[in-house]
Every structure is written in C-alpha cells, then in structure tokens.
C-alpha cells in the first residue's frame, strides 16, 4: 500500500479535529470507543480501508502504520540533521488507532481500560485480570514513529496468545480455517 505524504497529511489534520484520550468529563471506554470507530471512519474515508475489529482489521492497521511511517518519515538529508515525524502526529495515530486497535483486542480476550502509572506518566492500558496490562495505543503510536520493527499485528498475536486459554484459542482457529464462525466483530 502506498500513501502519499500529502493524504497522510490530511489524515493527519482530521485525526487533529477530533478530542484526545482521555477527556475530562468523559467516561474511558467510551472515548476510546468513540476514537475506535473514528480510525474505522477515516481509514474507510482517506484510503478506502476497511478496519474491521478481528485480526483481518489488525492486519490492514499494520500495512495503513506502515504506509503512513513511509509517507510521513523525512528524506535521509532531513534525518541526517535530526527530523524525525512529529511527536504530536504519533499521539494523534496513537490515540485514534491504537483505540481501534485496543478495542480489537478486547472484542477478542476481554479487559477494561484504565488510566494506569507507568514511569511517572499516566497511560491508557486494557487491565484483564491478575495485573495482566496491555498499552495497545502505545503500541499503534510505536508502529507510526518507528515503522515495522514494532508491529501491531505481532503485538496483536502475542497479546491474544497470552491471554486466550490454549484449547479456547485453537478451537477458535479451528472454526475460522472450517469457515463456521468468525472472530466476533462489536
């Protein structure tokens, strides 16, 4: 997938229209819910993308990070004196589709988000049980700023492998490959 830096710019400037996570006032899962259906929105809208929340969806978010990384990362003169892609512009792929990408997550092993103390620094994290955290904005931002060495999809798989019981996860792939059920989609 190709994107030019021009249509990555004009994600870019959308994605800045729309409100942070968290938001005083509002209730967590619900911004991220809101922000979730908001990088299905402007993928769908940008670049004819369709984010769907079950692995298919995390793959076409791993090529879109991908193809966005390319678009936006400076000429190697540029870098060579330092540019690098504005921080600001990974907190805006960071909160809109690492939301998406959470809520993906979720939709397939569970959790709740909370805001939680990491280094001084309070970050959005999906809590399942036993301190079992996951910081999948974190992870979708990573993606946008370094490119492919920190890949959602891979996040993804190791996330769901750790939290899905063994014998639950290979029924569910069972059924998938058979064509009788399909990850569930919220």
Known sequence: ???????????????????????AGL??????????????????RHFSISLTLDASGVRALRELLSALHRAML???VARIFGARIPFTSS???????GAFLGEALRARVG????????????????CRENDNI??????????????????VWFF????????????EEALLQRLER????RTPVV
């Open 156 to 167: 993804y798989q190791v996330m769901v492998n750790k939290l899905t019981p063994a014998s």
């Open 27 to 44: 209730d967590l899962t619900s911004t991220i819910a809101a922000n979730a259906q908001r990088a299905q929105i402007e993928s769908e």
């Open 1 to 23: 997938m190709e994107i030019t830096r021009q249509k990555a710019s004009a994600l870019l400037d959308s994605l800045s229209e729309f409100y942070p996570i968290p938001r």
């Open 91 to 97: 907190v805006l792929v960071a909160n809109v589709f």
């Open 178 to 181: 058979s064509g009788r059920v």
């Open 74 to 76: 400076p000429s190697r």
């Open 134 to 151: 996951s910081l999948p904005t974190y992870k979708a931002g990573k993606q946008f700023m370094n490119g492919d060495g920190d890949d």
């Open 111 to 126: 959790g709740e988000w909370r805001l939680v103390d990491c280094n001084r620094q309070t970050l959005v994290a999906l």
